[in-house]
């Protein structure tokens, strides 16, 4: 079984900057992709990044130049390094990672971007 366990969130002010952390564990594995998702305030859930392999990365436009989504050496550890937040950026951030024909969800971890 796979357990994904994120960590990093906290309460920031505008323009400050978070690094999340989603560090997969359980049953040995090395996914070809993991991505972070957000669900803001009343809003539905969104990507935020994705990470391919070891350095194929994509990113929704909104977080593009600021957000930067990375894997540890391990590649079972995904990064997502938050700068320059913005109020909008607020919401919960959620590890998701594709295992065969399972997908799995991490816990979430609240990120809170004050003006």
């Known amino acids: 079984q796979v357990q994904l366990v994120e960590s990093g969130g906290g309460l920031v002010q505008a323009g400050g900057a978070l690094r999340l952390s989603c560090v997969a564990s359980?049953?040995?594995?090395?996914?070809?992709?993991i991505s972070w998702h957000r669900q803001p305030p009343g809003k539905q859930r969104e990507l935020v990044a994705s990470?391919?392999?070891?350095?194929?990365?994509g990113y929704r436009e909104s977080v593009s130049g600021r957000f930067n989504i990375s894997r540890g050496l391990g590649l079972n550890t995904v990064y997502l390094q938050m700068n320059n937040l913005q109020p909008e950026d607020t919401g919960v951030y959620y590890c998701?990672?594709?295992?065969?024909?399972?997908?799995?969800w991490g816990q979430g971890t609240q990120v809170t971007v004050s003006s």
């Open positions: 359980g049953s040995p594995y090395r996914s070809n992709v």
């Open positions: 990470i391919i392999g070891e350095d194929g990365a």
């Open positions: 998701k990672v594709p295992i065969g024909s399972q997908t799995y």
